[in-house]
């Protein structure tokens, strides 16, 4: 678990997937580079983000990503952690 901001600069190759998961925080995040879906099966919406979108998302929301392209990203948590599911 995470405690504290923090923030990170990440690198996903293309066709890889994060599985549906939770923050129980926020966080903001910028594609620098590439292409990746964001699935907030929360809300039940869906996001295309390429290079310079911005997408934050509400602590709690459940989501999973697939990326498109080989993408790079910043992204900065608040407080909390996150829970895989």
Do not use: C, P
């Not at 999973?64 to 895989?84: M, N, S």
């Amino acid at each position: 678990m995470r405690k504290g901001t923090t923030s990170a600069y990440v690198q996903f190759k293309a066709k890889s997937m994060e599985l549906a998961h939770h923050h129980t925080f926020g966080y903001d995040l910028v594609v620098i580079k590439g292409k990746k879906k964001v699935w907030n099966l929360t809300k039940k919406e869906s996001y295309k983000l390429e290079d310079w979108d911005f997408l934050f998302t509400l602590g709690r929301n459940v989501h999973k990503v697939k990326y498109l392209e080989d993408a790079e990203f910043f992204i900065r948590w608040g407080f909390g952690g996150y829970l895989i599911h």
